[in-house]
């Protein structure tokens, strides 16, 4: 028997590393979850959007929902709770959806042509939510700060300004499936 450390043996498969994950971008869709919360007044309408503010990697700050991977072995709503505790903090109390039946399905693609959502890195699908949240939101991991906007504000033409990738059409998605478009 030998007494070396097999220093090969990975116990956290859920995670690739930078030049793997950069290999699969290249040839594979990556699956996304991204979620718009949502405050709702006690009938249950949409009456504010959350937005996070957030640098991005070319050094530009811009305004966006909460999203990221679906990791290997992760379900969908563990996927979606872990992106709402990590981006909005542990006292946000987000209400995930009773089905996991998305309001929309989000292509982004390298090439911002093809269907108005864009990532420079990779082609993405993504399922998107919306999620009321209860509770108080403190922005962590990359994120400069967090806003709730009335429905009007969140839909306008300086937010949507704000907002790259697409994700200003998710938000005005996100109030037309709630019937909160202005």
Known sequence: MSDSIDLDTET?????????????R??????YVEAVPVRLDELGKVTHIGLLLRAM????ISRAIVSGRVLWGETIRQALSRHLDKDLGPAAFP???ASLVP???AEYMPDPTMTGFHDPRQHAVSLAYVVPVQGD???????????WLTCEEAAGID???EMTGGQDRLVRLALAHTGSLP
Request: proline share 9%.
């Open 95 to 97: 209400r995930l959806p």
């Open 137 to 147: 939101c403190t922005p962590s991991q990359d994120a400069l700060d967090f806003a």
């Open 12 to 24: 956290d498969v859920t995670w690739l590393s930078d030049s793997d994950l950069e290999t699969v």
């Open 57 to 60: 990697p070319d050094g530009t």
């Open 103 to 105: 309001f929309t399905i």
């Open 159 to 161: 937010v949507s300004a």
């Open 26 to 31: 290249g040839r594979v869709p990556m699956v």
